[in-house]
T-cell receptor, first 112, second 115 residues
Framework: DTGVSQNPRHKITKRGQNVTFRCDPISEHNRLYWYRQTLGQGPEFLTYFQNEAQLEKSRLLSDRFSAERPKGSFSTLEIQRTEQGDSAMYLC??????????FGPGTRLTVT | GENVEQHPSTLSVQEGDSAVIKCTYSDSASNYFPWYKQELGKGPQLIIDIRSNVGEKKDQRIAVTLNKTAKHFSLHITETQPEDSAVYFCAASGGSGAGSYQLTFGKGTKLSVIP
């Protein structure tokens, strides 16, 4: 049990469609992170929340990406007008005793 | 920003032998170095970490060493077992520049333990 659930686990979509992923920490955490992992690579940082506030955004997070954490608990990541290059595993992580990060199982996105 | 290099990309060992994976980092301000194990279809699992004020840390069959001067750190797995087969990632954080909380990962090492 990683302390984080992510839904859906798999998503297949056609290019140009919008998709939304959800991350649900099992317990309260002030911070929440999103990473992206493409095939054969390590995870890459996308963005991070401190409570409801989105404090950092990577250059990887283009204008088509938006993330929210409305109540400081769960978070959503939306991709608009998906492209084939968006195909990846999207990972959510929560902190342990700082600075550890614990990852969820991820959402695998395939854009056809 | 931080850059983490990881070697080797693949590693095959006989069951019972030791495995060593090495990483180098570029930002001398980085102060936290975790290692993750990732099995197929799962998220990365934190297996051990080390902070910059410590040179070595051990947890049963796994150990991590850190050389701050050379900016490299290593994962050592002894008495390998088939269930150790997975992809291992090193990471670094706490450096200057783009935020102290984000992890920068290496590209991973696929470890195969041959029974």
């Amino acid at each position: 049990d990683t302390g984080v659930s992510q839904n859906p686990r798999h998503k297949i979509t056609k290019r140009g469609q919008n998709v939304t992923f959800r991350c649900d920490p099992i317990s309260e955490h002030n911070r929440l992170y999103w990473y992206r992992q493409t095939l054969g690579q390590g995870p890459e940082f996308l963005t991070y929340f401190q409570n409801e506030a989105q404090l950092e955004k990577s250059r990887l997070l283009s204008d088509r990406f938006s993330a929210e954490r409305p109540k400081g608990s769960f978070s959503t990541l939306e991709i608009q007008r998906t492209e084939q290059g968006d195909s990846a595993m999207y990972l959510c992580a929560v902190p342990g005793r700082s600075p550890e990060q614990y990852f969820g199982p991820g959402t695998r996105l395939t854009v056809t | 920003g931080e850059n983490v290099e990881q070697h080797p990309s693949t590693l095959s060992v006989q069951e019972g032998d030791s495995a060593v994976i090495k990483c180098t980092y570029s930002d001398s301000a980085s102060n936290y170095f975790p290692w993750y194990k990732q099995e197929l279809g799962k998220g990365p699992q934190l297996i051990i970490d080390i902070r910059s004020n410590v040179g070595e840390k051990k947890d049963q069959r796994i150990a991590v060493t850190l050389n701050k001067t050379a900016k490299h750190f290593s994962l050592h797995i002894t008495e390998t077992q088939p269930e150790d087969s997975a992809v291992y990632f090193c990471a670094a954080s706490g450096g200057s520049g783009a935020g102290s909380y984000q992890l920068t990962f290496g590209k991973g090492t696929k470890l195969s333990v041959i029974p």
